[in-house]
């Protein structure tokens, strides 16, 4: 009988990353979550609960636990990716990082962007930036995750993945609101800000998500790769998709040139190319096949 794997899981409380932790559970994986305590996990993992910013918190809460496979689901900066790498160098089998398709923000590609693209063992790193500062880490959210990569890039001996995520749609618990802003205005009929050369985007299912990493946890490859569903969207495909589940709504396009525009319109594409995770054996679905459930499932039935 095989052994079962020991796995960490770094934050994973809601959206996605309690899905991954139930996945795990599900294929007989001994679970630890941690956290700073403000939300238990599922039944049968096993709680520690510590500040992964604060090291001796860390080092208290772990003992002398090691683990197959940690995922970090919360890291955001390099900083906290130097301050993991200490910890669980030594202590891990392989380190997957939770990263993101903003890591590509200055790739202004039309054709989706490979993972080479982004190689995270030539990008700079300084500690010294204020990463504390809730407004400078929201506003470089993308140089964050590329830099954390960048630390774990830089240490040979420590083997991670970077699981680049797409844009995640699904769930009645999506709390990010962005499907809500077009709700909204489509309902009442306002006019949602696009870009004269709006460009599409790549996205994935938060199904899928949980399905890409907790299959990843079962792999041995490491540095990044792109999780994202087949096939391009736009904010018109995303309206069209809200307008079907609001029958009385119409659709108000309005052209910007500079400026704010809603959230999932873009002034460059933001296409990942998936087919290193192919090859390594993963099965995408197409985004344009999953799009009108995921809709239905975080407005409701009725829209809403």
């Not at 809730?134 to 830099?147: C, M, S, V």
Request: include cysteine; aromatic fraction near 10%; hydrophobic fraction near 45%.
């Amino acid at each position: 009988m095989e052994k079962a794997r020991e796995v960490l899981v770094i934050g994973g409380s809601r959206y996605f990353g309690k899905r991954l932790i139930s996945r795990l559970l599900a294929a007989g994986d001994r679970v630890t979550v941690l956290n700073r305590g403000s939300s238990a996990p599922p039944p049968g993992a096993v709680h520690l609960v510590a500040d992964r910013d604060d090291e001796r918190s860390l080092l208290e809460a772990l003992g002398s636990r090691t683990f197959d496979v940690v995922v970090d689901q919360v890291c955001y900066t390099p900083r906290q990716a130097a301050l993991a790498r200490r910890v669980f160098t030594g202590r891990t089998g392989r380190y997957v990082m939770t990263s993101t398709v903003e890591v590509y923000e200055y790739e202004d590609s039309l054709a989706p962007v490979r993972e080479d693209a982004v190689d995270p063992s030539t990008v700079a790193v300084d500690l010294e930036l204020p990463w504390d500062e809730p407004e400078f880490l929201d506003a470089h959210y993308g140089e964050g995750k590329r830099q954390a990569e960048a630390v774990f890039a830089a240490a040979p001996d420590f083997p991670y993945v970077a699981v680049r995520v797409a844009h995640v749609l699904g769930g009645a618990d999506d709390f990010t609101g962005r499907l809500d802003h077009y709700a909204a205005r489509i309902r009442t009929r306002e006019p949602i800000a696009v870009p004269f050369s709006n460009q599409p985007a790549t996205y994935i299912h938060v199904e899928e998500i949980a399905d890409f990493l907790a299959w990843t946890v079962g792999e041995d490859f490491t540095g990044p790769v792109n999780a994202a569903s087949h096939g391009l969207l736009t904010t018109v495909d995303l309206c069209e998709a809200v307008v079907a589940r609001i029958p009385e709504g119409k659709v108000v396009l309005q052209l910007v040139e500079v400026g704010e525009v809603s959230p999932f319109s873009f002034f460059r594409s933001y296409g990942m190319d998936n087919s290193r995770a192919a090859r390594l054996g993963f099965v995408f679905r197409a985004a344009p096949a999953w799009l009108s459930a995921a809709v239905a499932e975080t407005l409701g039935e009725d829209g809403d």
